[in-house]
């Protein structure tokens, strides 16, 4: 099982719709998880961190699963401008190890 | 506040030629990251640096590229000599400390011809 999985995409979603996509990570030591957005020909840049509770930051859930070991990205009403490669961060505090997810690609649909 | 500075954007180079990569972390930040990304992957760590020591260099090809951060805070990356699998973009991220959020520079795209 490779350390920080996701599923590549395409997600070709419709203007306004709900999409919701998950990260799966192998080690159960993992302590941080961030989701990051990359457009195209641009460097990665901080979505949100993912928090045990959950948290929202407006239009955007992120959700930590650690009985499955997986976290969870969820976008409502979304914009064409959400249009965007989503990466999904996992750090092992313990080592101080960094693994990037290779990403989701999000399309949204006028 | 200025962001991670890195330079050149771009370079093409032939293989078997050496090339140097650079960059300014924001200021105050202890870590900083190299990163390979391969068009349509993820980023790959290469190097972390916790002030001007090595934390994690396991994916670095170690017979052909080279990181330095002599004094903690700006940091090179070479490659030498460099093949044409070595074609990518080279983001630079650096952060408070090896928990915290990491903010990217604007990367340097490689060609190798």
């Known amino acids: 099982r490779k350390e920080v999985e996701q599923d590549p995409g395409p997600f070709n979603v419709p203007e306004g719709a709900t999409v919701a996509f998950n990260c799966t990570y192998s080690?159960?030591?993992?302590?941080?998880f961030f989701w990051y957005r990359q457009d195209c020909r641009k460097e990665p840049k901080l979505l949100m961190s993912?928090?045990?509770s959950g948290n929202e930051d407006g239009r955007f859930t992120a959700q930590l699963n650690r009985a499955s070991q997986y976290i969870s990205l969820l976008i409502r009403d979304s914009k064409l401008s959400d249009s965007a490669t989503y990466l999904c961060?996992?750090?092992?505090?313990?080592?101080?190890?960094?693994?990037f997810g290779k990403g989701t690609r999000l399309h949204i649909l006028p | 506040e200025a962001g991670v500075a890195q330079s050149p954007r771009y370079k093409i180079i032939e293989k078997r030629q050496s090339v140097a990569f650079w960059c300014n972390p924001i200021?105050?930040?202890?870590?900083l990251y190299w990163y390979q990304q391969i068009l349509g992957q993820g980023p790959k760590l290469l190097i972390q640096?916790?002030?001007?020591?090595?934390?994690?260099d396991s994916q670095l090809p170690k017979d052909r590229f080279s990181a330095e951060r002599l004094k903690g805070v700006d940091s090179t990356l070479k490659i030498q000599p460099a093949k044409l699998e070595d074609s990518a973009v080279y983001l630079c991220?650096?952060?408070?400390?090896?928990?915290?959020?990491?903010?990217f520079g604007p990367g340097t795209r490689l060609t190798v011809t």
């Open positions: 991220a650096s952060s408070l400390d090896p928990s915290g959020t990491q903010y």
């Open positions: 080690n159960s030591a993992s302590q941080s």
């Open positions: 993912v928090y045990s």
């Open positions: 961060v996992v750090n092992l505090n313990r080592d101080d190890k960094i693994i």
């Open positions: 200021s105050g930040h202890a870590t």
């Open positions: 640096f916790q002030n001007n020591g090595v934390v994690d």
